[in-house]
Nanobody
């Protein structure tokens, strides 16, 4: 009954900020690397950020590097994505994911993730 639920999306003007949250239930993901992906209509799924099991190592896709920050609070079984200086091209549905098996390293590859949330929509206006 593992479940990931994203929240925090919404409509924001270019240059603004949002913080997305991913709350896990049904199991603990403290031993799992976690990631964020996004997908816009007609576009391929894109890697955004990933974090190791304890949060000491992070990876970022080129699009969000320097603007986005991924973090996690294992005591709360929650992962966050802080997005600053948002651009219209950041508009997409953002998905939280956990690797398919207990693994500590972060990964930019969607195929390595086995647990996915329903996503939260982020829309950035110009």
């Amino acid at each position: 009954q593992a479940q990931l639920v994203e929240s925090g999306g919404g409509l924001v003007q270019a240059g603004g900020s949002l913080r997305l949250s991913c709350a896990a239930s049904g199991r603990t993901f403290s031993n799992y690397a976690m990631g964020w992906f996004r997908q816009a209509p007609g576009k391929e799924r894109e890697f955004v950020a990933a974090i190791s099991w304890r949060g000491s190592t992070t990876l970022y896709g080129d699009s969000g590097k320097g603007r986005f920050t991924i973090s996690r609070d294992n005591a709360k079984n929650t992962v966050y994505l802080q997005m600053n200086s948002l651009k219209p091209e950041d508009t997409a549905r953002y998905y939280c994911a956990a690797v398919a098996a207990a693994m500590r390293r972060p990964s930019p590859l969607w195929s390595e993730y086995g647990y996915w949330g329903q996503g939260t929509q982020v829309t950035v206006s110009s």
